[in-house]
């Protein structure tokens, strides 16, 4: 197969170096299923720079995989679409594109880590031809040359004996050492921005802090954006520079990553991190959320988070939507009782 | 394809794995129940307004009253034949659908010619269902030996390609008495022969959705509370498990037909003076050229009960999957 | 592999001895039913008992057992595998003997004159289902819902409601005498189409082209299955995690679904179509009589029509070994294909 991208490195058709790397404005994503329209992102806009992680925060169904898989252009459409705004990678809109100029991003630009690693492999194929696929596929390279660097690249995961795993099925793999193998996928075509869907929930403790180090390490040799996905907060406290909390498709909290944990902005946040067990506050009750996220084809009216809120007012339960209240230069709340959270 | 392990796999491969409701937590029988409940009369509503099942019903219902009383249905007696009046054409006098090679009415042969081969396909399909139902539930809930004893001669018979199997027995069988004595004895022949060859499906599926039951809270729950074996078989884990075997019983009636036809095609089966419509093809596949409406005309009625099984069978099992809802 | 390969060689002798056990006693439980098959072949005639006997013992039936009904016939049963003696000699399947018809001539030698046009439809067969089947349960898997998706979920249902010999006789009807009929009026046709494919019936003159339509016939019979069975399939390994992952990795779409969904799911349809050669054993006996094809099928027809149980017992016994075999084929091609059962 001849493919187009044989030589990309000229940067995709329009691209400005000196834009920002990605930038996410007011996307608007909805699955249409049988039972009805679930509204999966409703208005989110952020921005990442190059050697820069923002950790995405929230419960699962919150809409943060699906904003990932919007962003790769992934999404399972139907019963998913995009139904407004703007991703603008380099100061292109991706969204205009065509479909053969965003394949072609994928990977090249901008690349992903999926959560389970066992089922994000091909359980049939070698994890080498998993690897060197991407070099014979998108820079025409030889099958030998192809598995050369796909041995460098299992070295530079730390993988142990690569040149003899690189024949091995995923499945002979153990559950980090196959995530190494997904991160090395995913830098193979050396990406300017990595997005990492909760890379590390499926994985033991110890094991976690070794894949979020060489995470981090990897991501500042090569000074490449980062988008952490993840429902841990103690995951996002090491790594991240900045969080955006996100709830029933919204971002809720903007802020960087210390001023959060000193100071959160929003219940939501607020919520979160007395949820999560203390070792000085041992002996007492742990304060969990009440209730269950929303469904995403009923959000309530007015703050989606108010029949969980213990600062729920009337105005709360009525439309608009909180907006973002800029509180400092990067840090923003969706409450409209933010200064009470705050304790100001 | 008449191979009823075949049909039943390909068409019945979902309800195995459907028929395991959510677990309820209760430990009496009452949600088991209702769940149940609920699901045939939800299912029956569905199957009412579905197009499909309501036509085939009404077809098989015809066909089953052509079984029950043929006399209904025509006033000649199939047996009274005149050989002068061999092959006439459909609609000439009063012969319906004209005449056979040996100048016996046809529409009376196709009326008459119901009875033998529904009678063949229900009785083989209770054999297997009961067969397979009891070897299925005391595999899965005991294991141990009973399973693997079952297992073993399942997979013995399953290896003997059906129909082959079936032909060779008969073949055998064909000068017996058993075999020339009655149209009664024959078809009983074939019903046995056609369920010790297919019983291995049913019980497969069985064993399976026991196997799955047997996992559920409020199974183990009823074994807590110190129910015995055959209270917890017979209300907790068979109202479970039935749903599917009842899809793939109603497919099974559509492929035995199926295959006494093909068996009397090949001359394995029904033999005349016996009136069926697989002796009806077999006798005239002579003429199939010159007369071709002798062998297409008891084709067309067969091939419109098994479809109208299988189509009851996929509209069955539809309805009863709830994941499908 | 290994492991696999020795556990599933060591089930297999314990199955082919069951199932020809199986075979063995239902056709012992027939004739002790029946009483002596010898005496059936004369017809009406009545045979002297001299005759009789003569036969009888020449064709191994003369042993008491088979006057028992219920009775096992142990000794027989050994005595036709070859692993005990009969009237001092090692004669039974071991050694090549599957017996003789009246005439006594040697069932295998019966069968291999008959084989080349059995193995000719059956490998026409195995390409129509092959090949259509798995086209066209790609194209209605890939589109749930879609136009191939109903011709296959129809054709399904179609196929498994026409007994294959109605199905052989409208072919044989329409296609090859009334589209064939008008053929052979038509100057411009080669003979070879109008008399040889398009034929009623098998001819010496046209040896492939005459067995076409019965072999395609043939594999009409498992078509709808694989078509379906494929379908089920794609729409599975579509919806897994991998395939993502294809994608995330800027594959093309021809990739994506050619050889990362393609390849997982195959794997049961291979299981599959190695089963279908044991629909195609009784179809054959169908659609080779229909059709006149002078192969194995034809064969064991005119041993039904002539009463000749020991050559359709020898037959018989010889199509489910070849049965047996392709199974076990199919459970190491399937080893082959799935690397999760090769270092189970």
């Known amino acids: 197969m001849t493919e187009v991208s044989v030589d990309f490195s000229p940067a995709l058709r329009g691209t400005e170096q000196s834009a920002p790397l990605l930038q996410v404005e007011d996307l608007r994503v909805e699955f249409r299923t049988r039972v009805g329209v679930a509204k999966a992102i409703n208005g989110v806009s952020f921005e990442v720079n190059s050697g820069e992680t923002l950790a995405i925060l929230g419960e699962s169904g919150c809409g943060k995989s699906v904003t990932a898989q919007a962003i790769m252009g992934i999404l399972d459409s139907p019963p998913g679409f995009i139904t407004g705004g703007e991703i603008r990678y380099r100061g292109v809109d991706l969204l205009k594109r065509t479909d053969e100029e965003r394949r072609l991003v994928r990977a090249n630009k901008i690349a992903m880590i999926f959560q389970d690693a066992l089922s994000a492999l091909n359980p049939v194929f070698t994890v080498g031809f998993q690897l060197a696929e991407l070099f014979r596929k998108h820079r025409g390279m030889s099958r030998a040359d192809a598995k050369k660097r796909s041995i460098e690249l299992l070295d530079l995961v730390k993988i142990p004996a690569a040149r003899q795993r690189v024949n091995d099925f995923p499945h002979q793999f153990s559950g980090g050492m196959r995530q190494r193998v997904m991160i090395a996928m995913a830098l193979a075509l050396d990406p300017e921005l990595l997005i990492a869907d909760e890379p590390t929930t499926a994985l033991d403790v110890t094991v976690q802090a070794q894949i979020m180090g060489l995470l981090g390490e990897l991501q500042r040799e090569r000074n490449m954006g980062l988008i952490l996905i993840t429902h841990d907060m103690g995951v996002v406290a090491d790594v991240a520079d900045r969080i955006n909390v996100m709830y029933a498709g919204r971002i809720v909290e903007k802020a960087p990553v210390y001023d959060i944990y000193a100071k959160p902005s929003h219940p939501y946040t607020k919520a979160l991190l007395e949820s999560i067990p203390r070792v000085d506050l041992k002996g007492q009750q742990l304060n969990v959320i009440k209730g269950l996220p929303p469904n995403l084809t009923r959000i309530p009216a007015g703050c989606a988070f108010n029949p969980r809120c213990r600062y729920t007012q009337d105005v709360c339960k009525a439309d608009p939507v909180p907006p973002l209240h800029q509180i400092q230069p990067g840090i923003a709340s969706a409450c409209h009782f933010w200064k009470e959270v705050r304790g100001e | ?325 | 592999m290994g492991r696999y390969v020795i556990r599933r060689l060591l089930q297999f002798i314990p199955t082919v001895l069951g199932t020809l056990f199986l075979l063995h006693y239902l056709t012992s439980v027939g004739m002790q039913l029946t009483g002596n098959p010898v005496r059936a072949l004369f017809g009406d005639r009545t045979p002297s008992p001299a005759t009789v006997e003569a036969i009888t013992r020449k064709l191994g039936l003369d042993d008491p057992c088979l006057k028992s009904p219920g009775n096992p016939c142990l000794e027989l049963f050994w005595q036709r595998l070859g692993l005990a003696p009969r009237n001092g000699t090692f004669s039974g399947y071991l050694q090549g003997d599957f017996g003789t018809n009246l005439r006594f001539r040697e069932v295998t030698d019966i069968v291999s004159t008959a084989l080349p046009y059995t193995l000719k439809i059956t490998l026409i067969a195995f390409l129509v289902e092959a090949i259509i089947g798995i086209i066209a349960g790609v194209l209605a898997g890939k589109r749930s819902g879609g136009f191939m998706d109903y011709v296959v979920k129809i054709g399904t249902v179609l196929v498994i409601s026409v007994p294959v010999f109605v199905l052989g006789l409208l072919v044989q009807l329409f296609v090859s005498v009334k589209f064939g009929n008008w053929l052979r009026t038509q100057e411009w046709v080669p003979e070879v189409i109008s008399r040889g494919l398009f034929g009623a019936a098998y001819k010496i003159d046209y040896p492939f082209a005459s067995l076409v339509i019965p072999g395609v016939v043939l594999g009409l019979l498992g078509l709808a299955a694989t078509a379906r069975l494929t379908r089920t399939s794609v729409q599975e390994n579509l919806r897994a995690d991998f395939v993502r992952t294809a994608r995330a990795k800027g594959l093309t779409g021809k990739r994506v679904i050619g050889v990362h969904t393609l390849r997982n799911s195959l794997i049961p349809v291979v299981t599959n179509l190695g089963l279908s050669v044991a629909v195609y054993l009784t179809g054959a006996i169908i659609t080779e009589g229909i059709f006149n094809v002078p192969g194995v099928g034809n064969q064991i027809g005119k041993a039904i029509f002539q009463g000749e149980s020991m050559v359709l017992i020898g037959i018989t016994t010889m199509l489910v070994l070849a049965y047996l075999t392709i199974t076990l084929l199919v459970d190491l091609l399937y080893a082959v294909l799935d690397p999760r059962i090769r270092y189970e």
């Not at chain 2, 002579?286 to 069978?313: A, N």
């Open chain 2, 1 to 325: 394809m008449s191979d009823i392990n075949a049909a039943t796999e390909t068409v019945a491969g979902a309800p195995t794995t459907s028929t395991a409701p959510a677990p309820a937590k209760d430990s009496n029988t009452a949600p088991a129940k209702e769940r149940n409940a609920s699901l045939w009369s939800d299912a029956g509503r569905e199957l009412v307004r579905n197009p499909a099942f309501m036509i085939s019903l009404g077809y098989i219902l015809l066909m089953v009253s052509m079984a029950i009383v043929p006399w209904l249905w025509t006033s000649r007696d199939p047996a009274i034949c005149d050989i002068k009046q061999s092959k006439l054409p459909p609609f000439t006098g009063d012969h319906l659908l004209g005449t056979s090679v040996n100048g016996c009415d046809y529409w009376s042969h196709i009326v008459y010619g119901v009875r033998p081969s529904l009678l063949i396909a229900l009785l083989a399909t209770i054999g297997i269902t009961f067969l397979g139902v009891t070897l299925g539930v005391l595999s899965g809930f005991f294991g141990g030996w009973v399973d693997a004893i079952v297992s073993r001669i399942a997979d013995m018979i399953y290896s003997l390609p059906y129909l082959l199997g079936a032909l060779v027995f008969l073949t055998v069988m064909r000068k017996s008495e058993l075999m020339t004595r009655s149209q009664n004895s024959q078809v009983v022949v074939i019903a046995i022969v056609l369920v010790i060859l297919g019983w291995v499906g049913v019980t497969r599926i069985m064993r399976g959705s026991v196997l799955a039951a047997k996992n559920l809270d409020f199974v183990h729950a009823a074994k807590a509370l110190g129910a015995t074996n055959s209270r917890i078989m017979f209300r907790h884990i068979l109202p479970n498990a039935i749903a599917p075997v009842i899809v793939v019983a109603t497919i099974a009636l559509g492929s035995f037909i199926a295959a006494e036809a093909t068996l009397t095609f090949l001359g394995a089966g029904l033999q005349a003076p016996a009136v069926s419509w697989g002796v009806m093809i077999a006798g005239h596949i002579q003429y199939f050229f010159e007369y071709p409406y002798l062998v297409l005309v008891p084709c067309g009625f067969l091939v419109g009960t098994v479809l109208s099984f299988i189509l009851m069978g996929d509209a069955l099992r539809d309805a009863l999957d709830p994941k499908l809802r």
